[in-house]
C-alpha cells in the first residue's frame, strides 16, 4: 500500500487548493481513504474520509471546521484521491496527509489511529 500526496502550497485566504493522493497496492474500492492534518504543534486531526473500506457503504465525513468547504472526491480510473479545499482560512494552515485503511467502522475513518497506511504529506500554507 503507498500513498503519495501533492497540491500543497501557498494560497491567499479565501482562496483554493486541490490535494491529490496517488495511491498504488490497493483498490480504493475495498480501503477507506482519508485525508488528516497536522499544524505545527498541534495534533493530527481528521479532515475528510470515505466509507470505502470493507463492508463500508461509501458515506463521505467532513470536520466540522471544514464542512461546506472542503470535498474529498476520487478517480478510481486514476486511483487517486482528491480533497478540493475552497474558502480557506489561515487556520486551515497544515500539513495534509492522506491515509488508507482496509478495515474501519463507518466515522472511524476520520480518526488517524484508525488508519495504518500514510502518505508522506503536503504542506499548505494560507496567507492572511
Known amino acids: 500500500v503507498q500513498l503519495a500526496e501533492s497540491g500543497g502550497g501557498l494560497a491567499p485566504a479565501g482562496g483554493s487548493l486541490t490535494l491529490s493522493c496517488e495511491t498504488s497496492?490497493?483498490?480504493?474500492?475495498?480501503?477507506?481513504v482519508g485525508w488528516f492534518r497536522q499544524a505545527p504543534g498541534g495534533l493530527r486531526e481528521g479532515v475528510s474520509c470515505?466509507?470505502?473500506?470493507?463492508?463500508?457503504?461509501?458515506?463521505?465525513y467532513y470536520a466540522n471546521s471544514v464542512k461546506g468547504r472542503f470535498t474529498i472526491s476520487r478517480d478510481l480510473a486514476k486511483n487517486t484521491v482528491y480533497l478540493q479545499m475552497n474558502s480557506l482560512k489561515s487556520e486551515d494552515s497544515a500539513v495534509y496527509y492522506c491515509?488508507?485503511?482496509?478495515?474501519?467502522?463507518?466515522?472511524?475513518?476520520?480518526?488517524?489511529?484508525?488508519?495504518?497506511?500514510w502518505g508522506k504529506g503536503t504542506p499548505v500554507t494560507v496567507s492572511s
Open positions: 491515509a488508507a485503511e482496509r478495515y474501519v467502522y463507518r466515522s472511524s475513518c476520520l480518526n488517524h489511529y484508525a488508519m495504518d497506511n
Open positions: 497496492g490497493f483498490s480504493l474500492n475495498d480501503y477507506a
Open positions: 470515505m466509507d470505502t473500506g470493507d463492508g463500508g457503504d461509501g458515506t463521505t
